[in-house]
């Protein structure tokens, strides 16, 4: 067993304690037992100083050229491509997602280092034709200021640098408050960026719980931005308080995304998707497939096929090469998912597979949850209604296509979805019928790239986009520039009007 490891705060460029003596524990959630590391129970006090060094440090981070802040990004980058392997160990260990998933978690924060540090050389604005003569018009990008990062434990690599890498190519300077499950991939990637050569205060990290370091940190008036991912019900929390403080705020929230497989589908390639989709990080996705809709041509055949392969799949610790479903993050994840399985029972549906946690042998001391199929599920009932997050699939099943997308879209979320079917006329309806950010043809709801936009619509968020050239609207304010050479006062609306 490795030592625990002891994460600190980082402030200013400097490793600090929080001024209280109170920790928090991070336990490998496949055996926990095992402590792998400590954090700060941080609040008020070391969120003001980390804003108060962020605020400090915008003053002089806005002036560097974006390529040459973009230089340290790509300097991130190598380094995180050297270390990839070390924070692929540590999330397995952390989080417990399968070794193969945090290797992909990890790749996904270095694709976003050199998509983002090719925008320091674009960062492109506007320049078009004023309406009066002698008179220059553009606009181009500022940066907002302080922006808060407040992320999840689900992909504790990718999201913190989706948010952090395009915000600092912008000018921008940061507090990041990662999940209290996965300190210790917060902390080895804050490492990273100060190897890398950030000035001190551009970034700052803030271990603590969500309602102390986090709430403080939304609350507080020199926060510019909030950037935060998690449940719908916090997030709009958090939107209230930076709508009553006229603060930015990007919400990616929620999703019950479904999978359609309509009777003309490759079945086979269908239920790779599903399988991938439904159990891939333990259901433990905001993209993850919660429901399949399932044309009834195909239902049967279909559902014979997954369960044959869903009773095979192999639940263990990350951390194991053999392993392809991991547990669940924490006790209470276990018993919020555990607690949908009375919901399930309750309303009437099936439990076709699993349904209950595992814990023989070597799984004893591990929040595993079996891969669970549940039939006989209707559109309005709560299991195809709210996000479980964990390795729970609801099978519906539906006459027509018509139909497939009405149950689709019949949800208060729409982050991701996903349509089997081999008719094109079929495909681009969906494409345009679709409530949602992300629609994939022949092919599972999760796998987005970070080149494309990536969020959703309805109760997921608030209109916002991560990754991709979207992310550039989050991170910099416009500022329209006139520019008057003629020397004289000549008025818009009036001076060029005869009539
Ligand atoms: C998330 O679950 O919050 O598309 C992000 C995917 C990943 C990102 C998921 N690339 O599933």
Not at 284 to 293: H, N, V, Y
């Amino acid at each position: 067993m490795t030592m625990p490891l002891t994460c600190l705060n980082y402030i200013n460029g400097e490793w600090l304690s929080a001024h209280t003596e109170a920790t928090l524990e991070s336990r490998n959630p496949a055996d926990w037992q095992e402590l792998v590391a400590t954090c700060p129970r941080s609040g008020a006090q070391e969120v003001e100083a980390a804003v108060a060094a962020a605020q400090r440090a915008f003053a002089s981070w806005r002036l560097v050229p974006a390529p040459a802040r973009a230089e340290l990004i790509y300097r991130i980058g190598e380094l995180l491509r050297q270390r990839k392997e070390e924070l692929a160990q540590l999330m397995s260990r952390e989080m417990g997602k399968p070794l193969t998933e945090a290797r992909g978690d990890v790749q996904e924060g270095i694709d976003c280092a050199f998509y983002s540090a090719g925008e320091g050389r674009r960062l492109f604005g506007q320049t078009t034709p004023s309406e009066m003569p002698n008179k220059f018009a553009m606009s181009v990008r500022v940066p907002v200021g302080v922006c808060a990062l407040i992320t999840p434990w689900n992909f504790p690599v990718a999201i913190p640098c989706w948010k952090a890498f395009p915000a600092l190519v912008c000018g921008n300077t940061l507090v990041l408050k990662p999940a209290e499950d996965t300190p210790a991939c917060a902390t080895l990637l804050v490492e990273i960026l100060q190897e890398a050569g950030l000035p001190a205060g551009v970034i700052n990290l803030v271990h603590g719980l969500g309602e102390e370091a986090g709430r403080a940190l939304v609350e507080h008036p020199d926060v510019a931005l909030v950037s935060f991912t998690g449940s719908s019900e916090t997030g709009a929390e958090v939107g209230a308080v930076c709508g009553r403080s006229y603060k930015r705020v990007c919400l990616e929230l929620g999703g019950k995304n479904a999978q359609v497989v309509m009777e003309d589908a490759d079945l086979e390639l269908a239920l790779e998707g599903a399988l991938w989709g439904a159990f891939g990080t333990t259901g433990q996705r905001c993209t993850a497939t919660s429901r399949l809709i399932l044309h009834r041509a195909i239902k049967d055949e279909f559902t014979r096929r997954l369960l044959e392969r869903a009773r095979r799949l192999r639940l263990g610790p990350g951390t194991e090469p053999e392993t392809e479903i991991g547990p669940l993050v924490n006790a209470a994840q276990l018993q919020r998912v555990s607690g949908y399985m009375d919901v399930a029972y309750g309303e009437g549906a099936r439990v076709l597979l699993g349904g209950e946690r595992v814990s023989e042998g070597k799984l004893k001391q591990g929040y595993f949850f079996a891969p669970t199929i549940l039939d006989e599920v209707k559109p309005d009932m709560r299991v195809a209604q709210e996000e479980i997050f964990g390795p729970v699939v609801s099978l519906l099943t539906v006459d027509s296509f018509e139909e497939a997308i009405q149950v689709l879209n019949g949800t208060p979320y729409g982050l991701s979805s996903s349509v089997y079917t081999q008719d094109i006329n079929r495909a681009f309806q969906a494409m345009r019928d679709i409530e949602a950010g992300i629609t994939y043809i022949n092919g599972p709801t999760i796998g987005a790239e970070v080149h494309l936009p990536f969020g959703g619509v309805k109760q997921t968020g608030n209109g916002h986009r991560e990754v991709g050239s979207a992310a550039l609207d989050v991170f910099t304010e416009w500022k329209t520039v006139y520019v008057d050479f003629s020397g004289r006062l000549q008025r818009a609306q009036i001076d060029n009007r005869q009539e």
